[in-house]
């Protein structure tokens, strides 16, 4: 079993920052891979960011050179998102896929007003 627990998102102007947290307990390792993703209203599902150990960190293009990931020893996954825009708006979630079976935490809302 894996408990994600996401925080750090709130309301922002367009062109602000914030910084999402994902602490991570139970099964995991540093092996397991750890991603940030985001729903807006309406939509699918979408991958932001993902984060392996050993390997260059993967962004999707809307967010390339505005966020960055990192993940610390104790399976903490931050996501620092700077140059926000009103597109960003969505609640955040983090996700991990440990032996097969994929984990999300409740996820944080990130608002940015124009």
């Known amino acids: 079993q894996v408990q994600l627990v996401e925080s750090g998102g709130g309301l922002v102007e367009a062109g602000g920052s914030l910084t999402l947290s994902c602490a991570a307990s139970?099964?995991?390792?540093?092996?397991?891979?750890m991603g940030w993703y985001r729903q807006a209203p309406g939509k699918q599902r979408d991958l932001v960011a993902l984060h392996a150990s050993g390997s260059a960190a993967h962004y999707t293009d809307s967010v390339k050179g505005r966020f960055t990931i990192s993940r610390d020893a104790h399976n903490t996954l931050s996501l620092q998102m700077n140059s926000l825009k009103p597109e960003d708006t969505a609640v955040y979630y983090c996700g991990t896929n440990v032996r097969g079976v994929t984990y999300w935490g409740p996820g944080t809302q990130v608002t940015v007003s124009s």
């Open positions: 139970g099964s995991i390792s540093s092996g397991n891979v």
